[in-house]
């Protein structure tokens, strides 16, 4: 991490035990994303005289940049009371972990599709000497396209038949799809 784990304990006492587990868990969340510019770790405990719910506190506050704040915390009413410290330090990082990779793949822009999601239309005709083509979309209807509309796949490898998505703009004749990308290349290509 750029800047050190900053780690207070409020009525919690102070072990190196637990102060290690902390920065042993830091580093794992540091492998996911290097460029993390903040991280603060609260341990406290609630109440000393509680009945009911978790008698420890953990919250993690992470910056990254650009402007990311990742905030994780439980309701100390919402869980075990006989769980230790340790676990409830694991569980706040488990979370922050799983928040992190999200994250990260929401910024890199590797948020999974399910295909069936992701096709609006299937290509139904291509004219490659004139470098258009037309779509036909999930409700029926025949929209118009480019070459130039097209995105990461050659307008040459483009099939009858192929689940494309595409943003559609309405242009001089009718609608039309711009930013065509293929989603969903039937089995028998």
């Known amino acids: 991490m750029q800047i050190p784990i900053e780690i207070t304990f409020r ?28 991280c603060r770790v609260a341990v406290e ?6 009945r009911s719910g978790q008698p420890y506190k953990v919250r993690i506050d992470m910056k990254i940049p ?30 922050a972990a799983r928040k992190l990779r999200e994250l990260m793949e929401k910024q890199r822009g590797d948020i999974k599709y399910h ?12 004219m490659t000497g004139d470098g258009i083509g037309f779509i036909r979309t999930n ?7 480019h070459r130039n509309s097209v995105l990461h796949t050659p307008f040459e ?11 559609e703009e309405m242009g001089e004749k009718g609608p039309q799809a711009t930013s065509v990308q293929v989603v969903n290349i039937p089995e028998s290509y």
């Not at 295909?115 to 291509?126: A, C, D, K, L, R």
């Not at 490898?157 to 943003?167: D, K």
């Open 11 to 38: 009525e919690v006492e102070k072990t190196v035990e637990l102060e290690e587990l902390i920065r042993r868990k830091a580093q794992k969340l540091d492998r996911i994303c290097s460029y993390i510019s903040s």
């Open 45 to 50: 405990k609630v109440q000393k005289h509680q």
């Open 66 to 95: 650009p402007g990311h704040e990742l905030v994780i915390s439980r309701d100390p009413s919402k869980g075990n009371l006989h769980l230790d410290v340790a676990a409830e330090i694991r569980w706040a990082f488990d979370v």
């Open 115 to 126: 295909e069936y999601q992701n096709v609006q239309g299937v290509i139904e005709h291509i």
């Open 139 to 145: 409700d029926g209807r025949e929209i118009f396209f």
């Open 157 to 167: 490898s483009l099939r009858i038949g192929m689940g494309v998505r595409f943003t």
